[in-house]
């Protein structure tokens, strides 16, 4: 059965005539609570919470780091494309997605099954999805419309999925932070739990304290500030090379 509050939270702007085009109305036209539903689905705030003193977090934030982890966002319409991503690597239940979802963040987000099966029911009707059914359980596979929307969107699931896996690499590394004790490293000095080097760290937090202090900079400055951190993308993403 849909959840019309979950499937008025899907598409907006240009994709309406993609919704047509499968013969579906727009959910805007079944139903007027999309707004209602798209609070709830970003319910929580933004990626991170907490105040700028950097002790013992990766990006500098965080005070003592635990204020950050209540701190949840995902829209209806990011679930849907990461439902998408995870059924082209198996077929899966509802169950399994959940479960994947909390691995995948080490737990800092984890769907309920509310948000994940009406997602899976519409991603069905669109043709996106395609189920197995076995008894009373669903399996779901990827439909080729649906792996035809993933070739589009490529870029923005794996940034999605990098953000996840780079919250659980924060949890994993403020934890070791409360704890007190020393950091187990391996052979180059990085940390074993998450990979990541003392000095990528601290490179990270004085980025962000350096942008904090100049948060009043005036035009002039600003470009200077740009022009720098262009130029230390260009290096970081290889361009120059």
């Known amino acids: 059965m849909r959840h019309p509050q979950f499937l008025t939270a899907f598409a907006r702007g240009p994709r ?29 705030g933004d990626w991170f919470a907490g105040s700028p003193d950097g002790r013992g977090d990766p990006d500098g934030f965080g005070g003592d780091g635990r204020g950050w982890t209540r701190s949840r966002k995902v829209s209806a319409d990011d679930l849907q494309l990461m439902l998408l991503g995870l059924l082209e690597q198996n077929p899966s239940h509802g169950y399994e997605l959940i479960k994947a979802l909390g691995a995948l963040s080490n737990g800092f987000y984890t769907p ?7 997602a899976l029911t519409y991603l069905e009707e669109l043709g996106y999805a395609t189920v197995e059914q076995a008894g009373a359980k669903k399996r779901y596979h990827l439909a080729e419309p649906g792996r035809a929307h993933l070739d589009g969107n490529r870029e923005r699931l794996t ?39 003392p000095e990528f760290v601290a490179a990270r937090q004085a980025l962000k304290r350096a942008l904090l202090e100049r948060t009043e900079a005036n035009p002039k ?15 970081i993403t290889g361009v120059c090379s």
């Open 112 to 118: 309920s099954p509310g948000m994940v099966y009406p």
């Open 16 to 44: 309406r005539a993609q919704h047509k085009a499968h013969g579906h109305p727009h959910p805007h036209e079944r139903d007027g609570r999309h707004a209602h539903h798209q609070r709830h689905a970003s319910a929580g």
């Open 159 to 197: 940034m999605m999925f990098n953000k996840f896996k780079h919250v659980a690499r924060k949890m994993d590394w403020m934890r070791q932070a409360w704890s007190g004790q020393p950091r187990s490293t391996g052979p180059e000095g990085e940390d074993t739990a998450t990979g990541w080097l």
């Open 221 to 235: 400055e600003q470009r200077r500030i740009a022009a720098i951190l262009a130029r230390a993308t260009d290096e």
